[in-house]
């Protein structure tokens, strides 16, 4: 047997001439460190196929690691090899008059540390010469790692308190945040459910729904960004229309000033506003609103952010050039206003307004005395008709 000629494959195989793969039964998950251990058979589909499994390499290999991996070809009627390697094993099948009955794959070894979460390892790979690509699947396992569902969690809690205070922070400056609140809402239950899944180790639930507040969380993060982004472009828009009304104003001023006053220097001064106004509406406004339509909004917060900056600059340099074009506009000449005389009618008003009480008083004297005098007439009056009446008696 061990004598026994490789040679050539004149067919090549395909998954019809082996009998399909029993599968081992493996767990749910592993963690590292843990001992896999496990066996195949691989066989042939018929008689016919068996004379088909020989004179040609098989190839084992393994992500385990401390592996060993053992191999034995069991031919028909009669007789047996076996074979040892660890990480990779090369299998050479020679001729035999009544083909293969089976070759057994025996593996064993420790479930390497993963980098991530949960990750999928190979702990068996079977290839044949003069076959058809992959025609045996390859024997996975789930590994998980406790330390970095553990990080993740903590992650996950520490971004959604950042993403909270964001929200608070935009409603303070009058922006509404409901959307985004209600994703960081979905988002925390999902972390809590999370949490509760892998205190009890059921990894693979805790996985999926620590995903899902994941992905919660970036839909968050996405609508405080657009929110953000349209609040900055807005105040800056509103600065920008601000400096073109000084930008006015100052060509305003000029036009007086030519009247009288060299204004060239002014007037290059009035030109680079006019242009850093255009550049900043023209280029990275219009930028800023390209990036938001296209949903950028971080890339937008960074051109909107930019732009802000040069238009304080400009706000600040067009204040400066137009307090000191007013320093240069000539005083106006003040007219002198004469003084009217105050008629008389003006004075007897002036009068009877300031010596009003006096008036009153004096006043109700003479009313009183008239009414003294008017009734001591009326007593004589009377006093002589009687006197006279009594004459005449």
């Known amino acids: 047997m061990l004598s026994a000629s490789l040679s050539f494959a004149a067919e090549t195989l395909t998954k019809s001439n082996f009998a399909e793969l029993v599968i081992p039964k493996f767990n749910d998950f592993y963690k590292a460190s843990e001992q896999v251990q496990f066996s195949?058979?691989?066989?042939?589909?018929?008689?016919?196929?068996?004379?088909?499994?020989?004179?040609?390499?098989?190839?084992?290999?393994?992500?385990?690691?401390?592996?060993?991996?053992?191999?034995?070809?069991?031919?028909?009627?009669?007789?047996?090899?076996?074979?040892?390697?660890?990480?990779?094993?090369?299998?050479?099948?020679?001729?035999?008059?009544?083909?293969?009955?089976?070759?057994?794959?025996?593996?064993?070894?420790?479930?390497?540390?993963?980098?991530?979460?949960?990750?999928?390892?190979?702990?068996?790979?079977?290839?044949?010469?003069?076959?058809?690509?992959?025609?045996?699947?390859?024997?996975?396992?789930?590994?998980?790692?406790?330390?970095?569902?553990?990080?993740?969690?903590?992650?996950?809690?520490?971004?959604?308190?950042?993403?909270?205070?964001?929200?608070?922070?935009?409603?303070?400056?009058?922006?509404?945040?409901?959307?985004?609140?209600?994703?960081?809402?979905?988002?925390?239950?999902?972390?809590?459910?999370?949490?509760?899944?892998?205190?009890?180790?059921?990894?693979?639930?805790?996985?999926t729904t620590l995903t899902n507040a994941e992905d919660n969380l970036i839909q968050a993060e996405n609508e405080l960004n657009r929110i953000d982004a349209m609040n900055r472009l807005y105040k800056v828009e509103d600065k920008l229309n601000k400096v073109l009304d000084k930008i006015n104003e100052i060509d305003a001023i000029l036009v007086e000033l030519r009247?009288?006053?060299?204004?060239?220097?002014?007037?290059?001064?009035?030109?680079?506003?006019?242009?850093?106004?255009?550049?900043?509406?023209?280029?990275?406004?219009?930028?800023?609103?390209?990036?938001?339509?296209?949903?950028?909004?971080?890339?937008?917060?960074?051109?909107?952010?930019?732009?802000?900056?040069?238009?304080?600059?400009?706000?600040t340099d067009v204040n400066n050039l137009k307090k000191e074009l007013e320093g240069l506009m000539p005083t106006p000449t003040k007219t002198a206003v004469a003084t009217p005389t105050p008629n008389t009618l003006d004075k007897i008003s002036s009068f009877l307004r300031e010596n009003a009480r006096k008036i009153a008083i004096y006043t109700g004297i003479i009313v009183l005395l008239i009414a003294i005098g008017y009734a001591l007439s009326r007593i004589i009056k009377a006093y002589r008709k009687r006197k006279k009446w009594d004459e005449l008696k």
């Open 259 to 315: 009247k009288t006053t060299p204004t060239t220097k002014y007037d290059i001064k009035f030109e680079e506003f006019k242009d850093t106004y255009k550049e900043i509406k023209n280029k990275k406004i219009e930028l800023a609103k390209d990036y938001i339509a296209q949903g950028l909004f971080e890339d937008a917060i960074v051109i909107i952010n930019s732009a802000n900056n040069e238009v304080d600059k400009l706000t």
């Open 40 to 207: 195949i058979e691989i066989k042939p589909k018929t008689e016919n196929d068996a004379v088909k499994l020989d004179e040609r390499t098989y190839e084992f290999s393994t992500e385990l690691t401390s592996p060993k991996i053992r191999a034995t070809i069991n031919y028909r009627n009669g007789g047996s090899v076996s074979y040892e390697g660890g990480e990779y094993l090369q299998l050479a099948v020679g001729t035999w008059q009544y083909g293969v009955e089976s070759i057994k794959v025996e593996v064993s070894g420790k479930v390497p540390e993963v980098d991530k979460r949960i990750e999928e390892i190979t702990v068996l790979k079977i290839g044949v010469t003069d076959a058809e690509k992959n025609i045996f699947p390859d024997l996975k396992i789930k590994v998980v790692n406790p330390k970095l569902f553990g990080n993740y969690i903590t992650s996950l809690t520490q971004k959604i308190s950042e993403l909270r205070k964001r929200a608070d922070g935009l409603e303070k400056a009058g922006v509404s945040t409901a959307t985004a609140k209600k994703y960081l809402d979905i988002a925390e239950s999902y972390i809590n459910d999370g949490k509760r899944f892998f205190n009890n180790e059921k990894y693979i639930e805790a996985n």
